[in-house]
């Protein structure tokens, strides 16, 4: 009896004394990973398995990193979940990063949160040959199809009168401008790249949006404490409930959707005459080839879709949302707008992009809303390629990089007043003025692919509001530059009066 009980006893402490140990051995394991390698960026001291998780304010992410720089300096590390991280600072080593030693910093960080929903394929998630082949493809083919020319302006011309439309119908009253908007420049990129625009009020293009929009915020907020901990346990994450479960669902719909628009393109397709994307990228996979062709595949096709998709629709849109809450705050700066628009195009005809040369304030507001609202604030994370030396820092292989755009569109050696909205900022002597720190759109080699699309749809768009309407804070409202960081940094939901002119 006394025999049996000691040996309970011992069981039960042994068992005991295998918990403490393997505790120990994981902290301690975990110590070891988190100890800076030598010549390592300084940074906050991590806590064992949560890293600087709890030094990190997540709906603020960039306001972070500002106190972190002013504590360690231009270049810094953290310990985010179980991999290290180094954020970058400043024009000048923003600049060293993105372009100079651009080629050591050119891949993206493969993470399982990611690579479960966009895989490794695609534009934005993709590295080494696929990349950029995919990315070569969807430049040119952009072009094909209008990028840079008349066509294209027109689409977007065609696209601003259902928008002003659209507003028109509000009456005056109150509204929220969010799925205007957002149909309206998620039509460009479904022009381009499924060949057709959808009418506003298409019920399946409705759902299509509002499914993309619940995902954008869910999206963020499980990249953010979910994210970190699906990224350190992804097998136990992937068995448990909790919102990454409807993001993967949402992107499941999405994806079966473009799936059902690229079996369409499948039946009527004609390799002569490719209608759009879809069409250009059938025939690029009908090509006899050779080993270097092999990234053009339906699940290539597929991703680079629905990444132009993710990427053409919702940064802009929260570029133009920005843009009218910043000109019904400043009405004496809308009005300026206005008197611009009015002595060089009139109320007659549309804007154009030749028209933009000639009107610096409007070109001005614009870079100016897109410099105040970072949308983008910490840019897409980056790895290097290989062991590398930043700023005197030893920087090895396989380390997360974040070249901090914020810390540029608001470097206080480079903007006369960064936390002011001021159009002067890119003005000189009356003329549009070019600035180095004007970087939204990151710089180098994995540069934003939709630049001169967005830029494109930012002026016609905007300058097509503004030549129409008064945008203006409903009676006893006061509007609010209060944001919220979903995938991008976006207003807060707003609503706004539209006065026809
Ligand atoms: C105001 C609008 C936009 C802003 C501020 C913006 C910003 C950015 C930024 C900061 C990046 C990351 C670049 C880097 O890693 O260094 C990026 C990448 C990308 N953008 Fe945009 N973007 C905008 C509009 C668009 C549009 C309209 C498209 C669609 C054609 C687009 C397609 C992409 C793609 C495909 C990438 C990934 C490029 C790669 O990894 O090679 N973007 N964008």
Not at 218 to 231: D, E, F, K, P
Not at 257 to 271: T, Y
Not at 364 to 372: F, L, S, Y
Request: charged letters at 20%; one cysteine or more; aromatic letters at 12%.
């Amino acid at each position: 009896m006394l025999l049996q009980l000691l040996s309970v006893l011992w069981e039960a402490l042994s068992l005991q004394v295998v918990l403490v140990f393997l505790v120990a051995f994981l902290l301690f394991a975990d110590y070891k990973k988190k100890i800076r390698p030598r010549d390592f960026p300084p940074g906050p001291m991590p806590l064992p398995l949560l890293g600087n998780m709890l030094n990190m304010d997540f709906k603020k992410p960039h306001f972070s990193m500002q106190k972190f720089a002013k504590k360690y300096g231009n270049i810094f590390s953290l310990q985010v979940g179980n991999r290290r991280v180094v954020v970058v600072n400043g024009l000048q080593l923003v600049k060293e990063t993105l372009v100079h030693q651009g080629e050591n910093f050119v891949d993206r960080p493969v993470l399982p949160l990611d690579k479960e929903i966009f895989t490794s394929f695609g534009l934005i998630f993709s590295n080494g040959l696929s990349w950029k082949q995919q990315r070569r493809f969807a430049l040119s083919t952009l072009r094909n199809f209008g990028l840079g020319k008349r066509s294209l302006e027109e689409r977007i011309q065609e696209e601003s009168r259902y928008l002003t439309d659209a507003i028109e119908a509000e009456n005056g009253q109150p509204f929220n401008p969010h799925f205007q908007i957002n149909n309206a420049v998620s039509n460009i990129i479904c022009s381009i790249t499924f060949g057709d625009r959808f009418d506003y009020y298409d019920s399946r293009f409705q759902m299509l949006l509002h499914l993309f929009d619940e995902t954008m915020y869910l999206q963020a907020t499980i990249w953010s404490r979910v994210g970190l901990l699906y990224n350190i346990f992804p097998t136990l994450m992937k068995h448990l409930p909790g919102p990454h479960n409807t993001v993967f669902k949402n992107w499941g719909k999405l994806k079966s959707f473009v799936r059902g628009i690229i079996e369409k393109h499948k039946e009527d397709w004609n390799p002569s005459e490719p209608r759009d994307f879809i069409d250009a990228y059938l025939n690029e996979m009908a090509k006899v080839g050779d080993e270097t062709d092999k990234h053009f595949h339906e699940e290539n096709l597929l991703h680079s879709t629905l990444d132009l998709f993710f990427a053409g629709t919702e940064t802009t849109s929260t570029t133009l949302r920005w843009a009218l809450l910043y000109t019904a705050i400043y009405p004496e700066i809308q009005a300026k707008v206005q008197a611009e628009i009015d002595s060089v195009i009139g109320q007659s005809r549309q804007p154009s992009m030749d028209d933009r040369d000639r009107m610096p304030y409007t070109n001005a507001v614009v870079h100016e809303v897109q410099r105040i609202s970072s949308i983008v604030p910490l840019n897409v994370p980056r790895m290097t390629t290989k062991d590398t030396t930043l700023a005197g820092f030893h920087i090895p292989k396989g380390t997360i990089m974040v070249p901090n755009l914020t810390s540029v569109l608001f470097d206080k050696d480079e903007w006369e007043t960064p936390n002011v909205f001021n159009p002067g900022h890119f003005l000189e002597n009356g003329q549009f003025r070019k600035r180095e720190a004007f970087l939204p759109f990151s710089a180098g080699k994995r540069v934003c692919l939709g630049e001169q699309l967005a830029r494109t749809e930012l002026f016609i768009f905007f300058t097509a509001l503004i030549q129409k309407f008064t945008f203006q804070a409903p009676k006893n409202v006061t509007l609010s530059c209060e944001f919220r960081m979903g995938v991008t940094l976006s207003p807060l939901p707003y609503r706004i009066c539209a006065f026809s002119r």
